[in-house]
Every structure is written in C-alpha cells, then in structure tokens.
Nanobody
Framework: QVQLVESGGGLVQAGGSLRLSCAASGRTFSNSAMGWFRQAPGKEREFVAAIDWSGASTIYADSVKGRFTVSRDKPKNTLYLQMNSLKPEDTAVYHC??????????????????WGQGTQVTVSS
C-alpha cells in the first residue's frame, strides 16, 4: 500500500518557523517529482513548492518564495518543507504529493497521482 504521511505541523507565532516532513512508504519516489500544496478553509487547494526527481530543480509559489525551501532525502524516501518567516496567511492544511516515475516537475495538482492526508499549520498573529 502506497502511503505519503506528513508530519511537523502545529501552531506557531507569526515570524516563526516550522519544518514539514513527508515520509513515503509502499514504493520508492526517489525518481518522482514531488510537491507541497495547501488548502485553507473555504479556499481551493493551491500550489506551494515542488522539486524534480533529481532534486536539482525547484519551483515555488510567489507567496512563499524566499521564505520556504523544499528539499528531499532520496535514501530516506522523504520530502521536506522548511518554512521560515511564517505569516497568518500561511495557515492551512499542507499536503505532500508525488508524480509518476520520471514525470517532470509541475505546479498543477491534477498531475500528481499520490497524496498524503495533510498536516495542519496554524500561524497566529
């Protein structure tokens, strides 16, 4: 059974930091592009960041550029999102996602076939 399990969410004050992890099991995603998306109450799921299968290329939403960093540990089959200088508008459920083997990096949620259940991030003002 393929699973993506996020962890590391929580409550933090504005200006603080959190590091999200996404552990994969059931298959390796070491050759898959992976990404982070978030969904706030009453809003559509939006792209946050993604990394290609090699780890050499990354893309970010304009709203998080310069504050968030996506990375991966291929031997551990784990994806990370380091979030600094958090703002109240970053409050959302954060989901990790993976594409198929050697599929290119993408910011479109419809192009990801594997999803985690999400972890809540709440930023207080």
């Amino acid at each position: 059974q393929v699973q993506l399990v996020e962890s590391g969410g929580g409550l933090v004050q504005a200006g603080g930091s959190l590091r999200l992890s996404c552990a994969a099991s059931g298959r390796t995603f070491s050759n898959s592009a992976m990404g982070w998306f978030r969904q706030a109450p009453g809003k559509e799921r939006e792209f946050v960041a993604a990394i290609d299968w090699s780890g050499a290329s990354t893309i970010y939403a304009d709203s998080v550029k310069g504050r968030f960093t996506v990375s991966r540990d291929k031997p551990k089959n784990t994806l990370y999102l380091q979030m600094n200088s958090l703002k109240p508008e970053d409050t959302a459920v954060y989901h990790c996602a993976a594409r198929g083997t050697f599929a290119s990096i993408s910011l479109r949620p419809g192009e990801y076939g594997y999803w985690g259940q999400g972890t809540q991030v709440t930023v207080s003002s």
